[in-house]
C-alpha cells in the first residue's frame, strides 16, 4: 500500500509539474474568441491569460483587422495595462451585421519591449435577427407516396416566388423534397441546407448546396472543406449525393427534387428547423437572385430556416 501511494504522489507531481512548465511556455494565452468563431455581438471583447512577470511594461498591444479579398484595414488598436494574470478586455465595435464568407477579422497582438506576439484568425460576426419572417413550411407528405403524389401535393401547396421562378418544400421519413418552377432565363438554381442550424458566419462541411443546371436539366450536390491560409480563407469543393441518395424528376413544367435524410445526416422529426436559402442565377443578370433577399451565399447565419411541419 505504501509504494503505491508513493507512486500516485509522484504523479501527481509529475503532472503538476509538466502544466507548470506549459504555462511558463505560454506567456500570452488568448482564449476568446477563436479561430472560425462566429460573434453574436456588437462588442468585440477578448479574453486574454498572462504571464505578468514576463511582459516587461506591463501591456499588451492589440490591432483589430478586417480582411476582404487583397484588402486589409485596421479597424482599432489598444495597449492594454495588464494587472491581472486574467482579463476580459472591450477592443471595440464591429459595425457589420454580418461578416464570413470568404471576409474575415484578425486580432493582432504583440508584448512592448519583447519579441512575443501572436494573432487569432479567421473569426466572424453574424447578429441573429428575427427569423420567423424568413421561415418556410416544408409540407408534411404521407410516407410511403409517390413522386408523383408528392409533386400532386405541392402543386397544390402555397409556393415561394423568387423573381419569376416558385419552388415549394415537403417532408416525409423518406427524404427531403423541393418542388420548382424555374424561369425560362435561368441558368441554375442553389437549394443550400445548413442541417445543424449553426448560422455561421463560415461554411462548413455539413452545409449542403443541390445545384439545378438548366442547361442539362439536372442536379448535383456540392459541400466544402474549408481551410486558412496565407490570410486568405479557401473553399475547395467537395461532391455528395449519389445513385438514389439525390435525385431529379420532372413533370410538365415543374421539377421536382427529393433528398434522402442520410445525405444530409439529419433524422427528421415535425417542428425541426434547418437553415435554407436559394441562390437563382439569370442569364441577363450578374448577381444572384436570393431568398430570403438578404441573404448571402457563403454565410449561413444570413440564410432563412425551413420547418418541417406537422
Known amino acids: 500500500m505504501r509504494r503505491k501511494l508513493t507512486f500516485i504522489k509522484a504523479a501527481a507531481a509529475a503532472v503538476v509539474l509538466q502544466s507548470l512548465v506549459i504555462a511558463q511556455d505560454e506567456a500570452v494565452v488568448i482564449s476568446a474568441p477563436a479561430s472560425w468563431t462566429t460573434l453574436r455581438s456588437d462588442s468585440l471583447i477578448v479574453t ?10 506591463g501591456k499588451i498591444d492589440f490591432k483589430v483587422k478586417r480582411h476582404s479579398g487583397n484588402r486589409t484595414s485596421a479597424l482599432f488598436t489598444k495597449s492594454v495595462k495588464m494587472d491581472d494574470y486574467n482579463a476580459d478586455i472591450f477592443l471595440g465595435i464591429i459595425k457589420e451585421k454580418s461578416l464570413g464568407g470568404t471576409d474575415f477579422l484578425s486580432i493582432e497582438w504583440s508584448v512592448p519591449g519583447s519579441e512575443l506576439s501572436g494573432s487569432v484568425e ?89 445545384l439545378y443546371e438548366a442547361s442539362a436539366d439536372s442536379v448535383r450536390g456540392i459541400h466544402y472543406r474549408r481551410s486558412f491560409n496565407k490570410n486568405s480563407i479557401q473553399y475547395d469543393e467537395m461532391q455528395w449525393g449519389e445513385a438514389e441518395g439525390l435525385s431529379l424528376s420532372k413533370a410538365e413544367n415543374s421539377k421536382l427534387i427529393k433528398v434522402q435524410w442520410h445525405e444530409m445526416g439529419l433524422q427528421p422529426f415535425e417542428e425541426r428547423n434547418i437553415g435554407f436559402a436559394v441562390f437563382i442565377k439569370e442569364k441577363a443578370k450578374k448577381a444572384d437572385l436570393p431568398y430570403p433577399p438578404a441573404a448571402k451565399r457563403e454565410i449561413p447565419g444570413t440564410w432563412g430556416e425551413l420547418r418541417l411541419e406537422k
Do not use: H
Open 122 to 210: 479567421p473569426f466572424g460576426r453574424v447578429i441573429v435577427e428575427e427569423v420567423t419572417k424568413n421561415t418556410l413550411g416544408a409540407v408534411k407528405l404521407k410516407d410511403g407516396s409517390s413522386l408523383t403524389q408528392v409533386s400532386d401535393v405541392l402543386t397544390g401547396a402555397q409556393s415561394q416566388d423568387v423573381g419569376a421562378s416558385k419552388f415549394t418544400a415537403g417532408w416525409n421519413k423518406e427524404g427531403l423534397y423541393i418542388l420548382f418552377n424555374p424561369a425560362a432565363n435561368v441558368s441554375q438554381m442553389q437549394f443550400a441546407f445548413d442541417a445543424k442550424c449553426g448560422r455561421s458566419a463560415f461554411l462548413s462541411w455539413a452545409d449542403r448546396f443541390v
Open 48 to 57: 486574454v491569460q498572462a504571464d505578468t512577470s514576463k511582459l516587461p511594461k
